[in-house]
């Protein structure tokens, strides 16, 4: 129950082109679901995050869609760059004061120009 | 403002040592979490410290120990070491009532 499971393992599109990352969770106690990106050799880097009061949230050229009844959650992003070529974790939390979050597994996204 | 820092940023050490990891939060920032990142194994959480009290701790062995001090800033200790835990080591902080993290680059172990 404690489980995030995050699909695809890779992803390779073209310049331009949106990437669709998946996840699904099982605990309907998780209330916080954010998305990282990690370049190689770097920590993990908050991108953009969710509650489950609402369905979508655009930052930028990333958007979250959510799914409260499916328990999934995506991160789309649009007009690719090369730039973003990197690993994205999904994760959950639950609780008001903070907490572990639970990550998925990771997908390497590649970019191409 | 400072990030989280780490040190040090590698450590190599033999089977059966012992290796010390620090993090400093963010100023402000009273949680510390460490994470171990191991290739293809994802982020698997650690151990939780909020206002110097472990509060929560992942599916580790006792070997994996630790603790915060009053400044907040906190030390991964792992005794015994087995050439599985080469990993890189995470820490993250995040306010008290908050849920945004905010991780340092990690500590990359190896043990040979």
């Known amino acids: 129950q404690q489980q995030v499971k995050q699909s695809p393992q890779s992803l390779i599109v073209q310049k331009g082109g949106i990437p669709i990352i998946n996840c699904a969770y099982e605990?309907?106690?998780?209330?916080?679901f954010p998305w990282y990106q990690q370049f190689p050799g770097k920590g993990p880097a908050l991108l953009i995050a969710?509650?489950?009061?609402?369905s979508e949230k655009k930052e930028g050229r990333f958007t979250i869609s959510f799914n409260k009844s499916a328990k999934q959650f995506s991160l789309h992003i649009m007009d690719s760059q090369p730039g973003d070529s990197a690993t994205y974790f999904c994760a959950a939390s639950k609780g008001l004061r903070g907490g572990k979050l639970i990550f998925g597994q990771g997908t390497e996204l590649s970019v191409k120009p | 403002e400072a990030g989280v820092t780490q040190s040090p940023t590698h450590l190599i050490k033999t089977r059966g040592q012992q290796a010390t990891l620090r993090c400093s939060p963010i100023?402000?920032?009273?949680?510390v979490y460490w994470y171990q990142q191991a290739l293809g194994l994802g982020l698997q959480f650690l151990l939780w410290y909020d206002e110097g009290e472990e509060r929560n701790r992942g599916n580790f062995p006792p070997r994996f120990s630790g603790r915060q001090f009053p400044n907040y800033s906190s030390e991964l200790n792992v005794n015994a070491l087995e050439l599985e835990d080469s990993a890189l080591y995470l820490c993250?902080?995040?306010?008290?009532?908050?849920?945004?993290?905010?991780f340092g680059s990690g500590t990359r172990l190896t043990v040979v």
């Open positions: 993250a902080s995040s306010r008290q009532e908050g849920y945004g993290y905010t």
């Open positions: 100023s402000g920032h009273t949680s």
């Open positions: 969710i509650r489950p009061d609402v």
């Open positions: 605990n309907t106690a998780f209330d916080y």
